[in-house]
């Protein structure tokens, strides 16, 4: 990180709150990824530091100052980075942050815990043991060390990670603690939970061996999500009922055989559709034939899903589960339901959306946007993932399906979708059509940011390129901001952001 001050901080809130006052683009831009209130309107001094410390890690205005006072500025925007660095994987700048300044988690205990600092945790509750279950943060540090995805890094500190966990565990830890992933929430994330999003299963082993919960409400949905399926049987064989977790219909996203035959061996309905709200989100999965559907499962899931009992009448948000096969072109679902004599007319939105998933144009028919099933007035975001979808996108733009809206549950937009997924060729199209580009999602993300966390977090697949999709969106004209720059957790797509600065410094802001 460059030099920087408390001063040169307040400076740049300043010219920000001149930038605000005077509707610069820059200053607005700035603003909606950092918005310092619910609205816009009588905004103070305050906000505008607010909005700086958010830029550079922190919670707020008055922890940088403490931080900064403490610690020193730059040391204390790195502290902040490292520790987001381990909590998101970008284990390449924690490597290079601990490389350039290798004391860098002195006296941090929190930090010692997400390294497997043995020794240093060994020392630290020696002299004060109440460390164990003090919060540091948000998270105590069994949250820390659960969280850390620094055992990817250092595969060979596995011993000395598992080590410091016994210490945490015989000075007090809870190995079911957990926080609330907003402020103020009552659903916990556990320690568990962490553990599985983090892929260390040696930490997942150890906490179910010592007393884990199994049914915290999130593992065994988010254990099918890792590729493999070792922590889904360490958490059935240690008792995870599926009831109520939606695990199966999230193992169809991946048309994982395996897991969805576990699952349905350990009790698991694929019937059953939890609609409620977990953490506050509502579900990201709808029922079983449904959700084959969608995802384009194959015709051995679909005959899987028949056999454990899965309603092929059984209607969801105005669909039967043949409408929807044929309106999102999963032949294997539809070509399953024909043949066991479940075909059932479609409607004329269906009639035509299901020539769109063919390719085919429908001239002189247009769609009223109302009159689209809800449950599939998503669909273009749900498939810009891959230019295979192209010709369908088209034809469904072509009959008016809105090509900007955002999606209910996160507000991300098609061309967010498709930039996420790392799709250049469907958010091209996208571009083409002028999308609002200064459009900010539910989580806060702007079409460059969201094109950087997938670009870490999206499932790969032939032809994702999200550098291609960064290049778009930046010659479209969107702001280049510098946290940006420093945050990015990929080596290639870091130095393409640096080359693009350079090259272009008056888009950086």
């Given at each position: 990180m460059s030099e920087i001050s408390l001063d040169s901080l307040r400076f740049d809130a300043k010219r920000l709150q001149r930038g605000f006052e005077s509707g610069a683009?820059?200053?607005?831009?700035?603003?909606?990824?950092?918005?310092?209130?619910?609205?816009?309107?009588g905004m103070k001094r305050?906000?505008?530091?607010?909005?700086?410390?958010?830029?550079?890690?922190?919670?707020?205005?008055?922890?940088?100052?403490?931080?900064?006072?403490?610690?020193?500025?730059?040391?204390?925007a790195s502290v902040q980075r490292l520790k987001v660095a381990l909590f998101q994987g970008q284990t390449r700048v924690a490597a290079q942050l601990l490389e350039d300044t290798p004391d860098l988690a002195d006296g941090l205990f929190g930090l010692q815990c997400a390294l497997y600092l043995r020794e240093a945790v060994a020392a630290a509750l020696a002299e004060n043991p109440a460390l164990a279950v003090a919060r540091h943060g948000p998270r105590s540090p069994i949250l820390h060390l659960a969280f850390s995805r620094w055992i990817h890094e250092r595969p060979g500190l596995e011993a000395d990670m598992l080590a410091v966990a016994e210490l945490l565990l015989a000075h007090g830890a809870d190995v079911n603690d957990g926080y609330p992933h907003r402020e103020g929430e009552a659903h916990l994330?556990?320690?568990?939970?962490?553990?599985?999003?983090?892929?260390?299963?040696?930490?997942?082993?150890?906490?179910?061996?010592?007393?884990?919960?199994?049914?915290d409400g999130e593992s065994l949905y988010h254990a099918t999500e890792l590729g493999h399926h070792e922590g889904l049987r360490m958490l059935l064989a240690h008792g995870a009922d599926p009831a109520g977790t939606n695990a199966l219909l999230r193992a169809l996203d991946f048309n994982d055989h395996a897991a969805v035959e576990m699952l349905i061996a350990h009790g698991a309905r694929v019937d059953e559709f939890n609609a409620e709200e977990v953490g506050g989100e509502a579900p990201w999965v709808i029922p079983a034939l449904f959700q084959a559907a969608r995802r384009g499962c194959d015709r051995r899931m679909v005959e899987l899903l028949l056999e454990a009992g899965a309603d092929p009448r059984?209607?969801?948000?105005?669909m039967t589960p043949y409408a929807y096969a044929r309106v999102y072109g999963s032949r294997a679902v539809a070509d399953a339901m024909e043949a066991r004599g479940f075909a059932t007319p479609l409607s004329r939105e269906e009639a035509l959306l299901a020539r769109a998933a063919e390719g085919l144009e429908s001239p002189g028919e247009y769609l009223d946007p109302a009159a689209i099933p809800p449950a599939c007035r998503d669909i273009l975001r749900e498939i810009a993932d891959s230019a295979a979808h192209l010709p369908q996108i088209r034809a469904l733009v072509a009959l008016g399906v809105p090509y900007d809206a955002p999606g209910p549950q996160d507000g991300v937009t098609p061309v967010q979708s498709a930039g996420w997924a790392g799709s250049p060729e469907v958010m091209g199209y996208f571009l083409s059509l002028r999308p609002d580009l200064s459009h900010i999602n539910g989580h806060g993300g702007t079409l460059l940011s969201t094109i950087l966390h997938g670009s870490e977090n999206a499932p790969?697949?032939?032809?994702?390129?999200?550098?291609?999709?960064?290049?778009l969106a930046l010659r479209a004209g969107v702001a280049l901001p510098r946290a940006v720059l420093r945050g990015a957790g990929r080596a290639d797509v870091a130095a393409f952001l640096r080359d693009w600065a350079e090259a272009h410094p008056g888009q950086v802001v």
């Amino acid at each position: 990180m460059s030099e920087i001050s408390l001063d040169s901080l307040r400076f740049d809130a300043k010219r920000l709150q001149r930038g605000f006052e005077s509707g610069a683009p820059w200053a607005l831009e700035r603003l909606r990824v950092y918005p310092p209130r619910a609205t816009l309107s009588g905004m103070k001094r305050a906000d505008f530091l607010h909005v700086v410390a958010r830029e550079n890690g922190f919670e707020s205005w008055p922890r940088l100052k403490l931080a900064a006072e403490t610690q020193g500025l730059d040391r204390a925007a790195s502290v902040q980075r490292l520790k987001v660095a381990l909590f998101q994987g970008q284990t390449r700048v924690a490597a290079q942050l601990l490389e350039d300044t290798p004391d860098l988690a002195d006296g941090l205990f929190g930090l010692q815990c997400a390294l497997y600092l043995r020794e240093a945790v060994a020392a630290a509750l020696a002299e004060n043991p109440a460390l164990a279950v003090a919060r540091h943060g948000p998270r105590s540090p069994i949250l820390h060390l659960a969280f850390s995805r620094w055992i990817h890094e250092r595969p060979g500190l596995e011993a000395d990670m598992l080590a410091v966990a016994e210490l945490l565990l015989a000075h007090g830890a809870d190995v079911n603690d957990g926080y609330p992933h907003r402020e103020g929430e009552a659903h916990l994330l556990s320690a568990l939970y962490g553990a599985i999003a983090a892929d260390n299963m040696p930490m997942v082993r150890w906490l179910l061996e010592h007393g884990a919960d199994p049914d915290d409400g999130e593992s065994l949905y988010h254990a099918t999500e890792l590729g493999h399926h070792e922590g889904l049987r360490m958490l059935l064989a240690h008792g995870a009922d599926p009831a109520g977790t939606n695990a199966l219909l999230r193992a169809l996203d991946f048309n994982d055989h395996a897991a969805v035959e576990m699952l349905i061996a350990h009790g698991a309905r694929v019937d059953e559709f939890n609609a409620e709200e977990v953490g506050g989100e509502a579900p990201w999965v709808i029922p079983a034939l449904f959700q084959a559907a969608r995802r384009g499962c194959d015709r051995r899931m679909v005959e899987l899903l028949l056999e454990a009992g899965a309603d092929p009448r059984g209607q969801w948000q105005w669909m039967t589960p043949y409408a929807y096969a044929r309106v999102y072109g999963s032949r294997a679902v539809a070509d399953a339901m024909e043949a066991r004599g479940f075909a059932t007319p479609l409607s004329r939105e269906e009639a035509l959306l299901a020539r769109a998933a063919e390719g085919l144009e429908s001239p002189g028919e247009y769609l009223d946007p109302a009159a689209i099933p809800p449950a599939c007035r998503d669909i273009l975001r749900e498939i810009a993932d891959s230019a295979a979808h192209l010709p369908q996108i088209r034809a469904l733009v072509a009959l008016g399906v809105p090509y900007d809206a955002p999606g209910p549950q996160d507000g991300v937009t098609p061309v967010q979708s498709a930039g996420w997924a790392g799709s250049p060729e469907v958010m091209g199209y996208f571009l083409s059509l002028r999308p609002d580009l200064s459009h900010i999602n539910g989580h806060g993300g702007t079409l460059l940011s969201t094109i950087l966390h997938g670009s870490e977090n999206a499932p790969r697949r032939d032809g994702c390129d999200h550098i291609a999709c960064l290049e778009l969106a930046l010659r479209a004209g969107v702001a280049l901001p510098r946290a940006v720059l420093r945050g990015a957790g990929r080596a290639d797509v870091a130095a393409f952001l640096r080359d693009w600065a350079e090259a272009h410094p008056g888009q950086v802001v």
